[in-house]
C-alpha cells in the first residue's frame, strides 16, 4: 500500500492509495513525526548547559530536520540558531513551526536548505555546531568536517549526539531495518563511530553515554494510534487510515527492537587552534573517555583488602 500526494499532507493533499508500502521519508511526512535528537529536551538541555550556550552564542544545526532542536534551544537560552538541511520538505515544515511562534524566538532562528559540505557562511561565524544523526548519513564526511573547521570560531564546540550498538544486532534485525528504511544499517559500536566522528585534528573534549531501552508493545501500539487517528490525518479516509496505521506500527515495532540494543553518545568536540595542543592528562574521575591511552572510559576504584594494625 502507497499513499500518493501532489502537495504537502494537510495543505489540501490529493491522496491515493496502491499497493506497494510507503517509502520510508514518504511515510514520516505524511505522520508528521516529531524529528527529536535521541533523548531529546532532555539532552538538548544537557548540550546548552555542557557548551555555555546562551542568549550571545550563535549556533549552526547541521541536518535540522523540522526544527525541533534548533527552536527548543532557542526557547532555553537565547541564542541564535541557523539550521540547515538537504531535504526542502523538512525546511518547509521547519519554517512553518517557527513562524508560529512568538517574534522573541522566532526572529532569532533561521532556516534554509544546504549541504554540510558546502556551508553558506563565512568563516569563524559560529561558536557552536550542533548535530544529530545526520553526520552519519553525509557521504563525504571529511569535507564536512573541513567546513566544521572553517565556519567555527577558534576554540568552538561540535556537538554530535549519535546513535550506536551497545550489543550486536542479529541478522533479522538489520534485514527489518533495510527493509523499513531502504538502506544498510551498519551495526557500529562506539569505537567504530569514534573513528569516524573524532578524527585526529579535533580535541574529544567530552564524551558521554546513554543506553536506550524498548518499551512494551502496547505503549507502541498506543503510540501508533495517536499518530494515526483520524483528527490527525483528516485527509485519509477510513481504509487508507488504517493501512497507513498498519505499517507505521509496523515501521515503530521494528525501531522498538532495534532500541532494546543501541545507545546513544554526547560527543563534544573542540576545535582548538595549531602549536595549542594540550599535554594528555593523567589523573581522570571515573567515567571519563581518556582518549589518549585505554581508548575507554575510565573504571571506578580499585578494591583492595582491608589491612589491621595490632590484635
Not at 489540501?12 to 514518504?26: K, M, Q
Not at 544546504?114 to 548519513?137: E, L, P, Q
Not at 531502504?182 to 559500536?189: D, L, N, R, V, W
Request: hydrophobic share 40%; aromatic share 8%.
Amino acid at each position: 500500500m502507497t499513499v500518493v500526494h501532489s502537495q504537502a499532507p494537510g495543505t489540501g493533499t490529493a491522496l491515493r492509495p496502491a499497493s506497494d508500502p510507503i517509502p520510508y521519508v514518504d511515510l514520516l511526512s505524511l505522520v508528521g513525526e516529531t524529528n527529536r535528537c535521541p533523548g531529546g529536551k532532555r539532552t538538548i538541555r544537557r548540550i546548552a548547559s555542557r557548551l555555555g550556550i546562551g542568549p550571545g552564542t550563535r549556533v549552526l544545526e547541521i541536518g535540522s530536520n523540522t526544527g525541533f532542536t534548533s527552536l527548543e534551544l532557542a526557547k532555553i537560552t537565547g541564542c541564535t540558531a541557523v539550521g540547515i538541511d538537504v531535504s526542502p520538505a523538512a525546511v518547509a515544515e521547519a519554517e512553518r513551526k517557527r513562524v508560529s511562534l512568538p517574534s522573541w524566538i522566532a526572529d532569532r532562528v533561521s532556516f534554509s536548505v544546504g549541504d554540510a559540505c558546502d556551508i553558506k557562511h563565512d568563516d569563524a561565524s559560529f561558536d557552536v555546531i550542533v548535530c544529530g544523526g545526520a553526520n552519519t548519513f553525509v557521504q563525504d564526511r571529511e569535507a564536512a568536517l573541513r567546513e566544521y573547521l572553517r565556519v567555527l570560531r577558534p576554540y568552538g564546540f561540535v556537538s554530535v549526539t549519535n546513535l550506536y550498538y551497545r550489543k550486536a544486532p542479529d541478522q533479522q534485525l538489520l534485514d527489518d531495518l533495510r527493509e523499513v528504511l531502504g538502506f544498510e544499517i551498519p551495526p557500529y559500536g562506539l569505537r567504530d563511530w569514534l573513528k569516524v566522528l573524532a578524527p585526529a585534528e579535533w580535541e574529544i573534549y567530552d564524551l558521554q553515554t546513554t543506553d536506550l531501552v524498548d518499551r512494551p508493545a502496547s505503549v507502541v501500539e498506543a503510540y501508533s494510534a495517536a499518530l494515526c487517528s483520524a483528527e490527525r490525518l483528516p485527509d485519509l479516509d477510513e481504509v487508507t487510515r488504517l493501512q497507513v496505521k498498519e505499517q507505521w506500527q509496523h515501521v515503530t515495532s521494528v525501531f522498538n527492537r532495534n532500541h532494546a540494543h543501541l545507545g546513544f553518545m554526547e560527543l563534544t568536540l573542540r576545535r582548538n587552534m595549531p602549536g595549542d595542543e594540550e599535554q594528555p592528562e593523567l589523573f581522570l574521575m571515573p567515567g571519563t573517555w581518556d582518549h589518549y591511552f585505554e581508548q575507554g572510559f575510565v573504571a571506578g576504584p580499585r578494591q583492595t583488602p582491608p589491612t589491621h594494625a595490632g590484635p
